[in-house]
């Protein structure tokens, strides 16, 4: 089919979906489309979402189409409509599960040299297939079958790729070289339901961030230093929160604790947790570690901290050596609470730090921050939403009645779909985490939309 077919019936579909697909201009279609940018990517996702959705023949043909295409952008905006589709209407994406298995195969080597492409096809498979299905089987096939042929060694790609192993198998054992073995194994004994003796297994070695696994090796701190932090938690609740956090060292917190003293230590745990040689501590015998320069499994942090103002805390990305987590350990001790929060600003500087800095503007689109941006986001606060970037004075009111900025992304809804839009090809897992009385329907929807996870840090916060 020519391309000039393609693009007509997805203009027609635009105009007759009864799905709404939003930041959608089907006059725009024809001439983005030969860009080799980013943009192509929304592009094909908002005029490839209807097809999926309605799914008739005409329809599946453009988007297989797509999915052939030899540009990335075009074959993962195909890709995210697929997965989209999926989620918005089970088995809606199922049908091209033959397509997006095929785009795991060595023939499309060209196109993985975008690790964005690899990031976006592990993304959908893992929404196309669920536990004990054919599907599974085949998505598992194609995983391990993708491993050996590209010799993967990007942490990132690895840890997605464990994650949906894990959601379909149950097995915690990472994918290497060395483990494919267990992975053939598995495959194998599924297939033909004949046990024998399973290779050892490898466990997982990402990083613990704030009781969660980190994904990648390119790690955003997202810290709430608004005026409410400052307080202390409950008496009453300290045995609570203590037993959330075996892992610090109460004897030498602050009496009373605060949030915010919980929140740096916490964070100043993390922080160790990234050093090089951390997961194997008990066998450092006291001696530092280092990376090599081409240390596949160098890490490197950030730190943003957000009250009305948002600020580039560490300056962008700090290398996870011995030596900076010390220093940046030691800065975060002096971290004081003030003013507003602004969840608005926060995600946006989050989403939008790279290797040459921070950039706000249309950052869903920068290729800079696609390719060198955040893996996973940490993102942690105490309370709701009262200022944003687009807040010019504190005229409106919350759901309580207190007085807020006035701002459109004071909104819960809106903040969760500024999030969902910056990360639809970035893939970058948020965790959240609430302290006290917090908006946990926020912290749960931006974990939950991006692949998170969500933990509630609940605890009576005494206001004085």
């Known amino acids: 089919m020519h391309r000039q077919l393609v693009l007509a019936l997805a203009a027609v579909a635009l105009l007759f979906a009864p ?25 094909t996702f908002n005029s490839m979402l209807p097809l999926v959705v309605n799914g008739d023949d005409a329809g599946n043909a453009a988007v297989r189409e797509a999915l052939d295409d030899k540009s990335p952008w075009i074959v993962i905006g195909a890709v995210e409509a697929v997965r989209q589709g999926e989620v918005s209407k089970s088995g809606k994406g199922k049908v091209y599960l033959p397509e997006v298995l095929a785009l795991m195969d060595e023939k499309h080597k060209k196109l993985h040299k975008e690790e964005i492409v690899t990031v976006n096809v592990i993304a959908c498979l893992g929404a196309l297939a669920v536990v004990d299905t054919p599907q599974a089987l085949q998505v598992v096939q194609a995983i391990v079958d993708w491993q050996k042929w590209s010799e993967n060694e990007v942490v990132r790609l690895r840890h997605m790729a464990e994650k949906v192993l894990f959601d379909l198998t149950g097995d915690d054992c990472t994918l290497k070289a060395e483990t494919v073995g267990f992975w053939e ?32 090796t390119r790690i955003c701190f997202v810290i709430d230093v608004s005026d409410s932090m400052k307080w202390p938690i ?50 450092k015998d006291g001696k530092s570690t280092k990376w090599s320069k081409n240390d596949p499994e160098r890490r490197y942090f950030s730190i943003i901290t957000y009250s009305q103002e948002v600020v580039n805390f560490s300056g962008g990305w700090i290398e996870a050596s011995e030596k900076n987590c010390n220093i940046w350990k030691a800065k975060v001790e002096e971290l004081e609470p003030d003013s507003y929060t602004n969840i608005h600003g926060a995600i946006l500087m989050a989403m939008g730090l790279h290797d040459k800095g921070v950039k706000t503007d249309n950052l869903e ?23 944003s970037n687009d807040s010019t004075d504190r005229t409106a009111q919350d759901q309580f009645g207190n007085p807020v900025g006035n701002g459109e992304y004071i909104s819960r809804e809106k903040l969760v779909e500024l999030a969902v839009r910056l990360n639809r090809f970035r893939k970058v897992v948020i965790n959240t985490v609430g302290i006290g009385n917090h908006d946990k329907e926020l912290m749960r929807d931006l974990a939950k939309q991006t692949g998170g996870s969500y933990q509630n840090w609940y605890c009576r916060i005494v206001y004085k």
Request: glycine fraction near 4%; include cysteine.
């Open 185 to 216: 194994w598995w495959i194998r004994n599924k297939a033909n339901a004949q046990p024998d003796k399973a290779p050892e297994k490898k466990s997982k070695t990402a990083p613990i961030l704030f009781k969660e696994p980190a994904v990648g």
């Open 365 to 387: 689109l920068d290729k800079e921050c696609v390719l060198t941006g955040a893996h996973t986001i940490v993102f942690l606060t105490d309370g709701y939403a009262t200022w």
């Open 234 to 283: 409950n008496e009453e609740d300290l045995p609570k929160i203590k037993k959330l956090t075996p892992h610090l060292d109460w004897a030498k917190m602050p009496e009373p604790c605060s949030a915010m003293d919980l929140a740096k230590a916490e964070l100043m745990h993390s922080i160790d947790a990234l050093k090089p040689g951390a997961e194997n501590a008990d066998e």
């Open 19 to 43: 799905l709404a697909v939003t930041h959608v201009d089907a006059r725009k279609v024809g001439p983005v489309l030969v860009k080799d940018d980013p943009s192509e990517a929304f592009e």
